[in-house]
């Protein structure tokens, strides 16, 4: 039955007001709207609602076109008609625009020759890998007691960093030799020479024990890249095209930066410069995408991206995704003392603790509790499962113990407020909390659970006091120093928080306490620092900015980057309130935390009961195989096992999803169908697939987990949270971090809905796809972007942005 909702204001003044009523009342399914009503304190309307709105609108082809922002900042029908007529003449006015390129055809042929030719070179990898290593043990390290095992250790340890360090270096050279701006044909056989030097670069331990280090820099070189002097790179993720990479003396490149050098997009790859001048800072958590540049002195906020072609002038600040300019200061650490001879030393120590103890202590651990299961046990499989259970009961026991125990022993060492200078002590303990801070299998283990605030408090975080709800924190958390945490009373995060209690220049650094307020909700993927200008009972949306500057931000909604307010929760958001309070909440909670407790004993033992696979075909390679054909058959077992653990994790979600419910369409997080969602959530095996990035076998997995994927889509590191309800069309793109999420959780109240994307769609790198949202055929969405719930882009649409809208 429709409703009236009528009030005392003006009529409909225009003809835009008259559509505009008329849309929303069609979408509100009332008879009519006031133009003069609130959209969210007097209709009810939510985001999802508004974002159908605003598509509707769209398609009517006669009406201005109006985003998500502008419905925000106009919450009634008169302001948003008045703010879109004052824009349309400067939108229907002539200007310059890029046309958006035809997506590069692909074929089967090069499709099956492409993936053939990925599994045979993994295939010779393992090969030369398995036979390097095990006859240089038997050579340098078999036979050996006492102190020249050790030696042995540490000049087998030695040689084998060494040539691990060296072969994607000479894999560059050799295969692709400087690269150069390009365009390269997804599935070709010059998209096969660059995934072999990515896969390389990307698969190799050192650069991630590099991090944070001077080495790091000379890695680079090493590859190509043009880095200067005092430069700081506390980002893991490793740039591929190196040659096209220009860091200027003494710039900072902070956490979870993507500077790869290249992109996905409309099937090919995309391969163009990235260049930092002297004195940079790029904040937390940021993305530069090909053809950008900063100058002298410039700074990037976190949660911000400059998008191809963007450029920031000398001494500007800017922030944003797109970037645009700001007077907010991000660097807030004066410098400190720290030469070139400190660099050195501490390059120096850093090297010889991995020769001398890091590849000793792993090698002969591996060794001595091989050689202790063997000599004690006998028969394949209960070796295979005594080794596993200790190998991984025993890493989980003693890192538990590390991550409560270390950050406060540590944090004697290192005084808040106060500057230190990088390369010393305390910054090697800086950087020790800031790895225990950063680990994601306890955060994963506990998750979406009420056993997640034990943890934490272990952790060293303050939560007290707590008001426990089941869902307090999800599976992804980190941060830089747990003991300078802390998260306020009744505060929910959703997913993805990563909490930033570290300033660092390129000779400093000091730790700060960063405090979320009470009664606050944290969506996905948010970057919290130090001095975040909120207080209580705040919404913070997902991939929002959080702002440093300005008044300290109470009672509202913070959404997009650079923030902006919108309302803190709307009426129809609060149906399940009465789930969480009084005996509604004890007896929700209750049957949640046993279900839970299921869950944690059901990831524990298909995790470990993956580790008892490959042992048994590790140790089988090894005791079982003599003779001409050992290395081969060896070589082809231990690649096997990694083959075969990916695909049985795969296979557990997809045993579980079919004897769960569907993800309900709305629900209380007390309703038993959203702790099954949760328990998809902590099996949820996209860390096993990174080795399927950008070949064609990755499509077969996310087939078996229940994605609806067509043929030929290039996948370079996507994350798809609801496998079942997400459709993929043919020739896709999906970038590296980008993510697809068909459903959201604030406070109590879950919600999710299909997410479909035509043919031939891009999404870029790091961008994030909200549920019940459709991207017609041959759309492309930009880097870092937030494309909202609800939203329906045209074919053929680029759209970008924070939240997103048509570019």
């Known amino acids: 039955m429709s409703v009236l909702i009528e009030n005392e ?15 929303l009342a069609d979408v509100l399914r009332v008879d009519r709207v006031s133009v003069d009503s609130h959209f969210f304190d007097e209709l009810g309307a939510d985001s999802l609602v508004m974002a159908h709105f605003c598509a509707r609108v769209r398609k009517r082809g006669n ?67 398995v036979l390097a290593a095990t006859e240089g043990f038997q050579w340098m390290v078999a036979g050996s007691v006492g102190v020249e095992s050790y030696l042995r250790l540490v000049l087998f340890g030695g040689v084998a960093f060494f040539v691990v360090c060296a072969v994607p270096i000479a894999a560059k050279w050799l295969i692709i030799g400087r690269w150069k701006p390009q365009s390269i044909r997804i599935w070709s056989l010059a998209y096969v020479r660059f995934w072999i030097v990515k896969s390389l670069i990307r698969a190799n331990p050192v650069g991630y024990l590099f991090v944070g280090s001077p080495l790091y820099g000379l890695y680079l070189r090493a590859l190509g890249a043009k880095v200067g002097p005092g430069v700081l790179i506390l980002s893991r993720r490793i740039p591929v095209c190196t040659d096209l990479l220009t860091i200027g003396a003494r710039t900072v490149i902070r956490n979870e930066a993507i500077f790869n050098g290249y992109r996905a997009n409309a099937g090919r790859i995309e391969i163009g410069p990235v260049t930092l001048g002297r004195d940079v800072f790029v904040g937390e958590a940021t993305v530069l995408d090909i053809e950008t540049s900063m100058g002298n002195g410039a700074q990037l906020g976190h949660s911000s991206a400059l998008l191809r072609g963007q450029s920031v002038p000398c001494g500007e600040r800017w922030h944003g995704s797109p ?77 538990l113990l590390a991550v409560g125990i270390v950050p406060r022993v540590l944090s004697l060492f290192i005084e808040p407020e106060r500057v230190y200078p990088l390369y010393g002590f305390r910054y090697t303990a800086h950087r020790a909390m800031v790895k225990l801070g950063r680990l994601e299998f306890f955060p994963l283990l506990f998750g979406d659970s009420s056993y997640i605030v034990h943890y934490l408090n272990w952790l060293g975080y303050r939560l007290r006091p707590v008001e426990q709800t089941g869902s307090n924190f999800g599976s992804e958390v980190i941060t830089s120093n747990p003991l300078l945490t802390s998260v306020g009373s009744g505060t929910m995060v959703a997913d993805g928080l990563n909490v930033v209690n570290d300033e660092v220049s390129s000779t400093s650094f000091r730790v700060s306490r960063a405090a979320i307020g ?40 913070l959404l997009g980057s650079p923030p902006f307010e919108v309302p803190r929760s709307v009426e129809r958001d609060s149906r399940f309130d009465h789930l969480r309070t009084g005996e509604a909440l004890r007896r929700g909670l209750a049957a949640k935390n046993r279900f839970n407790l299921q869950s944690i004993g059901i990831f524990l033992f298909t995790r ?46 997809r045993c579980l999803e ?123 969405l930009a880097a870092d972007s937030f494309l909202m719930k609800g939203e329906h882009v045209p074919p053929g649409a680029r759209w970008g942005g924070n939240p997103a809208r048509e570019m």
């Open 608 to 653: 470990w009961l993956g580790v008892f696979l490959m042992a048994v075909i590790d140790l089988a390679a090894i005791k079982l195989f003599y003779g001409v054909f050992a290395h081969t058959i060896m070589a082809t077992l231990f690649t096997l096992s990694t083959v075969v653990a990916a695909v049985y994790y795969a296979l557990v979600e």
């Open 658 to 780: 079919a004897i769960s419910p569907p993800p309900p369409a709305i629900c209380s997080i007390y309703d038993p169908d959203f702790w099954w969602v949760e328990r998809i959530w902590k099996l949820h095996p996209f860390h096993f697939f990174h080795i399927f990035n950008g070949t064609p076998f990755k499509n077969v997995i996310w087939r078996l987990i229940g994605v609806r994927i067509g043929t030929r889509t290039f996948d370079d590191g996507v994350y798809i949270s609801e496998p079942t309800i997400t459709a993929v069309g043919d020739e896709c793109v999906l970038n590296e971090r980008s993510k697809i999420q068909c459903d959201s959780q604030e406070d109590g109240t879950y919600k999710s809905g299909p997410t479909t994307l035509g043919d031939g769609c891009t999404v870029g790198v790091g961008a994030f796809v909200h549920y019940g949202v459709t991207m017609g055929d041959g759309s492309v």
């Open 63 to 129: 009406l201005p076109s109006v985003s998500m922002k502008d419905v925000y900042a106009h919450p009634t029908i008169r302001d948003l008609a008045a703010a879109a007529l004052d824009l349309a003449p400067a939108t229907a006015a002539p200007r310059a625009t890029a046309a958006l390129e035809l997506p590069t055809p692909t074929n089967a042929r090069e499709y099956v020759l492409c993936g053939a030719l990925q599994a045979l070179f993994y295939l010779g990898y393992s090969y030369l890998g």
């Open 323 to 399: 970037a645009q300019r700001t007077e907010v200061n991000y660097v807030r650490v004066p410098p400190a003392p720290c030469g070139t001879l400190h660099r050195a030393r501490y390059a120096g120590l850093a090297l010889l603790g991995i020769l001398f103890v890091h590849m000793p202590l792993l090698l002969g651990g591996l060794d001595l509790l091989f050689i202790a299961v063997s000599s004690l046990i006998r028969g394949l499989f209960v070796e295979a499962l005594v080794f596993s259970v200790v190998l991984f009961f025993g890493v989980v026991l003693v890192g």
């Open 9 to 23: 204001s003006k009529p409909a003044t225009n003809g835009v007001e008259s559509m505009f009523a008329e849309v």
């Open 518 to 557: 009470p009664r606050t909700f944290i969506g996905n993927d948010v970057t919290y620092p130090a001095g975040g200008a909120t207080g209580a009972n705040c919404l913070l949306a997902t991939k929002v900015m959080v702002p440093l500057d300005g008044k300290v931000r109470e009672g509202v909604g």
